[in-house]
């Protein structure tokens, strides 16, 4: 089983930044694209970021582009997601995963193993 541990959320007003991190604890996944979700309240899990296995690749949703920036640090097993100019509509929670598998794709379905999440709070 894979272990992912998301870190840095909080509470942020709009304008501000936060930086989150993922933590794996198994190094031997950390040949494997990973990934950022973000799920609000009432909404389903969709993408926000994704990046390769040797962190040479990216790629953004729409929303959240050149706001946004992923990247890893393979020798630290982590992951991180740093997000710039925060509006009311980041509100969510967000989930890193990791791919075990040679999938494609950037839906929900593509990530094999996902950690518990953490919240991120913007307000005015």
């Known amino acids: 089983q894979v272990h992912l541990v998301e870190s840095g959320g909080g509470l942020v007003q709009t304008g501000g930044s936060l930086r989150l991190s993922c933590a794996t604890s198994d190094r031997p996944f950390n040949d494997y694209a990973m990934g950022w979700f973000r799920q609000a309240p009432g909404q389903g899990r969709e993408f926000v970021a994704a990046i390769s296995f040797d962190g040479a690749s990216t790629r953004y949703a729409d929303s959240v582009k050149d706001r946004f920036t992923i990247s890893r640090g393979i020798a630290r097993n982590t992951m991180y997601l740093e997000m710039n100019d925060l509006t009311l509509e980041d509100t969510a929670i967000y989930y890193c995963?990791?791919?075990?598998?040679?999938?494609?794709?950037?839906?929900?379905?593509?990530?094999?193993?996902w950690g518990k999440g953490t919240q991120v709070t913007v307000s005015s």
């Open positions: 995963c990791i791919r075990t598998e040679g999938k494609t794709g950037y839906e929900v379905a593509s990530y094999d193993y």
